[in-house]
């Protein structure tokens, strides 16, 4: 089947350094990449909607200064968390549609954290 | 908005016993209702959907069943194994908001031998 992968996944990194996270799609083309938000032991929450060529669409509430997405190619999607802060401190996972039925599927996640 | 509830964990069970978990979602219209499955250390999987009232999906041994007059889409198993120790999480996707997917909070499912 359809298979999306992350890199890395897990990061930590300093407060106010900014970190890269990766989306590919590794065996089939993805005009369309979403990237979701976990906090422990809750549900994923849809930061973006990343469009290949075009600007992502942010989901009310989060910051797209701070959440910077970049969908260059139809199999590679980056979400960068620029100044990050402890606070950001979370799991963030990727998704795109794929395979002959459209399914969604999911990236393993990476998890990032903010010392 | 559309919101999806789903029971809270962990549930806690031994092997061969019968698994519920419960989920009841808020949309309007008519969505898609979906079960993704999420081992340790691995992304989510789709582990069954249903597309309108009255369906049942089913795979794995798991099935649920779209229920509109209830708005539920309860997650069963009859006889657990190890290997199902995971988080379940129930979804919807709404054509009237966007086609996004709505998750519920997860539930994690710990099966003893």
């Known amino acids: 089947g359809a298979v999306v992968s992350q890199h890395p996944s897990r990061v930590i990194c300093k407060s106010g350094t900014s970190v890269k996270i990766e989306c590919r799609s590794l065996?089939?083309?993805?005009?369309?990449m979403f990237w979701y938000r976990q906090f422990p032991k809750q549900s994923l929450m849809l930061m973006a909607t990343?469009?290949?060529?075009?600007?992502?669409?942010?989901e009310q509430g989060v910051e797209k200064d701070k959440f910077l997405i970049n969908h260059a190619s139809l199999t590679l999607s980056t979400l960068t968390v620029t100044s990050a802060h402890p606070e950001d401190s979370s799991f963030y996972i990727c998704?795109?549609?794929?395979?002959?039925?459209?399914?969604?599927?999911f990236g393993e996640g990476s998890r990032l954290t903010v010392l | 908005g559309d919101s999806v509830t789903q029971m809270e964990g962990p549930v806690t069970l031994s092997e061969e016993a019968f698994l519920t978990i419960n989920c009841t979602y808020t949309?309007?219209?008519?969505?898609?209702l979906f079960w993704y499955v999420q081992y340790p250390g691995e992304g989510l999987q789709l582990l069954l959907k249903?597309?309108?009232?009255?369906d049942k999906g089913s795979n794995k041994g798991f099935e649920a069943t779209y229920r509109k007059e209830t708005t539920s889409f309860h997650l069963e198993k009859g006889s657990v194994q190890v290997s199902d120790s995971a988080v379940y999480f129930c979804?919807?996707?709404?054509?009237?908001?966007?086609?996004?997917?709505?998750f519920g909070g997860g539930t994690r499912v710990l099966v003893k031998p």
């Open positions: 249903a597309t309108k009232a009255d």
């Open positions: 990343s469009n290949e060529g075009s600007k992502a669409t942010y």
């Open positions: 065996d089939f083309q993805a005009t369309t």
């Open positions: 998704s795109a549609h794929g395979g002959s039925t459209g399914e969604l599927f």
């Open positions: 949309a309007t219209g008519y969505p898609s």
């Open positions: 979804a919807l996707r709404n054509k009237a908001a966007g086609n996004k997917l709505t």
